[in-house]
Every structure is written in C-alpha cells, then in structure tokens.
C-alpha cells in the first residue's frame, strides 16, 4: 500500500514562499516520477511540477516557473515543493502524486496512480 502525506502548507502574504513536503510510504519511493498538483475552489485540478524517478529531469506548468522548485531525497522517501514570490493566485490546495511506472506525460492527472490528501496554501494580497 502506497500512501502519500503532504505537509508544510498554510497562509503567507503575496511574495512569500513555502515548502511543501510529501512523505512517501514503501521502498519503492525512488523508483518512480512523482508530481504535484493544485486544485482551486471551482476549478479543475492543475499540473504544477513533475520530477523523474532519477531527479534529473524537472517539469513546471508555465505559470510557475522560475518560481517554483521541485525536488526529492530518496534516501527520505520525501518530495518537496518550493515556492517563492507567491501570488494569491496560487491559493489552492496542492497534491502531490506518484506517477504509473509507464507514462507519456507527467503533466496529466491520469498518469498518476497514487495521491496524497492534499495541504491547503492561501497567499494573501
């Protein structure tokens, strides 16, 4: 059973940062590309960050990059979200999730096999 347990979200006024955490169970961490993702109220869910089972490749939705950092350490089973010059508009809650072992695009929700509940993030303007 994989379980994934994000952390680290909460309330920051616009230019801002925080750095999100995702706990992963198992031995499997290192073994698979991993995502977050951000849902806002009466929106879809979005595609943020992707990084590859290696670390070596990183992803980012266009609006986030060169803000956002994506990032693991597989020796704790841990993804991170850095976030910095945040904006109200990245007020959602973010997901992280660990992608299927064969995948075509890291930016879809359907490649992802396992989620986590979710940490609220509210930027303040």
């Known amino acids: 059973q994989v379980q994934l347990v994000e952390s680290g979200g909460g309330l920051v006024q616009a230019g801002g940062s925080l750095r999100l955490s995702c706990a992963a169970s198992?031995?499997?961490?290192?073994?698979?590309?991993m995502g977050w993702f951000r849902q806002a109220p009466g929106k879809e869910r979005e595609f943020v960050a992707a990084i590859s089972w290696t670390g070596s490749s990183a992803y980012y939705a266009d609006s986030v990059k060169g803000r956002f950092s994506i990032s693991r350490d597989s020796a704790k089973n841990t993804l991170y979200l850095q976030m910095n010059s945040l904006k109200p508009e990245d007020t959602a809650v973010y997901y992280c999730?660990?992608?299927?072992?064969?995948?075509?695009?890291?930016?879809?929700?359907?490649?992802?096999?396992?989620w986590g509940q979710g940490t609220q993030v509210t930027v303040s303007s």
């Open positions: 999730a660990r992608a299927s072992s064969y995948y075509s695009d890291l930016s879809t929700a359907l490649e992802y096999r396992y």
């Open positions: 198992g031995r499997t961490f290192s073994n698979y590309a």
